[in-house]
């Protein structure tokens, strides 16, 4: 397995299926927070938020500013975005889908 398959272990794939079997977003809330540390937590709502942004075409300067995410980070996630393995695609496409969430997150705090 190569380091950057390294991540797809038996605990991950333990972990994704318990995240699958839960029902909803009270769910998954207290299960986030269960698992997580807020810095955790809103690390990974800030990368979801600046996935949103890049898709709606905004300017990273202007992500930034709305987030609080740097630059760089902004960039690595466009990257992932545009060239990774199609997790953020998906998720946007089946947002857009189930008529959710609004495209344009709006009042993201940055920390």
Known sequence: ???LEAWRNEATAELLEAILCLESTEEASSF???LCTLGELHDMAQRWAVVRLLDAGMHYAEISQR???STAT?????QWLHHGEG???KALERLRAAGGNSPTPT?????
């Open 1 to 3: 397995m190569s380091a």
């Open 74 to 78: 902004i960039t690595r996630i466009a």
């Open 67 to 69: 987030t609080g995410a």
């Open 87 to 89: 997790g953020y695609l």
């Open 32 to 34: 986030f927070r269960d």
């Open 107 to 111: 009042g993201e705090a940055s920390r």
